[in-house]
């Protein structure tokens, strides 16, 4: 799957599920603590859209934010 395939699915998920990251500025932030790491993960991991949003966030290559469940930096996921 291409990126533009992965944005393409996402997007379309995304106009019918607002996911609970929405306006969270925690899931755009440079630095999370782990605690902060910690309530991204479970956030995440109830997420209808995990599946296509690490399929984005992987097919991407993805360098800033948290993506279903990993951090991104130009240093790769974590
Ligand atoms: S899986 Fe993706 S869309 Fe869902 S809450 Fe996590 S970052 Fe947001």
């Not at 607002?18 to 902060?36: I, N, Y």
């Not at 984005?56 to 930096?73: F, P, R």
């Amino acid at each position: 799957m291409s990126a533009d395939d992965a944005w393409d699915a996402l997007n379309d998920a995304l106009a019918h599920t607002t996911p609970a990251c929405e306006g969270r500025v925690l899931f755009t932030a440079d630095r999370l603590s782990d605690d902060q790491r910690a309530l991204c993960k479970s956030i995440c991991a109830r997420c209808p859209l995990f599946d296509l949003c690490d399929a984005y966030a992987i097919t991407a290559k993805v360098e800033s934010g948290y993506w279903a469940g990993h951090s991104y930096s130009p240093k790769g996921r974590k």
